[in-house]
């Protein structure tokens, strides 16, 4: 008699557990499935579409007089984000008669989709050459700013940061957080904490 009621208590026991099992897996199907917040986003970044080394671009006016030019080590477009990747990178804005006007370089670039937006990045160095002098040479500047970041808007020619920025001219320099520069008058304007030291 003893016997059997062990076997009834360890047979009563498996049928609870049974039991219990099947009620947890009857809950946990009617679960509402985990929602992956992060299904959309690729597992790594877009790749290039295309892609060129030492390239060299220039753009004209109506007139068929030069308008921009520039040069990169290597550029890479990025189809997703519709954005042209440049890796030391050289723009150079030229005059209505043809003349090499602006000079901006730095250690990377970014073009929009349009072609018309740069944002220059690292090492960024912007100058106005002497016409009289030699336009790629960047100790012949009359005027040069140098700053970390920079945006230039070619449809309405101006160029302007939030970042700290160095201009050095003939008469000094100047420091300074952010500006803008209008890129057809020359007309700069110093935005923050304007610091200015002139030769003697």
């Known amino acids: 008699m003893l016997f059997g009621s062990r076997l009834k208590k360890r047979f ?10 099947a009620v947890i897996h009857l809950l946990d199907s009617q679960r509402p499935e985990d929602i992956d917040l992060f299904s959309d986003v690729p597992d790594k970044p877009s790749e290039p579409d295309y892609y060129a ?3 060299k671009y220039r753009s004209y006016d109506d007139q068929g007089t030069l ?3 520039i ?5 890479l477009h990025f189809p997703d984000s519709a954005q042209t990747h440049l890796e030391v990178p050289l723009l150079i804005t030229y005059t209505p008669q043809g003349q090499a006007q602006w000079h901006a ?6 073009i ?3 072609g018309d937006h740069f944002q220059l990045n690292q090492n960024v160095i912007v100058w106005k050459a002497d016409l009289k002098q030699d336009q790629k040479n960047i100790e012949n500047a009359s005027l040069k700013l140098l700053t ?7 449809l309405q020619n101006i160029a302007y940061t939030q970042s700290p920025i160095t201009l050095e001219s003939d008469n000094g320099h100047m420091e300074a957080v952010g500006l803008k520069v209008n890129l057809n008058t020359h007309r700069v304007q110093l935005l923050d904490n304007v610091r ?4 003697q």
């Open 112 to 114: 929009e989709g349009d």
């Open 105 to 110: 370089q730095s250690q990377q670039a970014f």
């Open 12 to 21: 009563l026991g498996l049928a609870g557990l049974a039991v219990l099992g």
């Open 71 to 75: 040069q990169a080590e290597r550029l």
């Open 196 to 199: 200015g030291f002139y030769a």
């Open 53 to 55: 080394v030492n390239s």
């Open 148 to 154: 970390d970041l920079i945006n230039i808007d070619l």
């Open 67 to 69: 308008h921009r030019s």
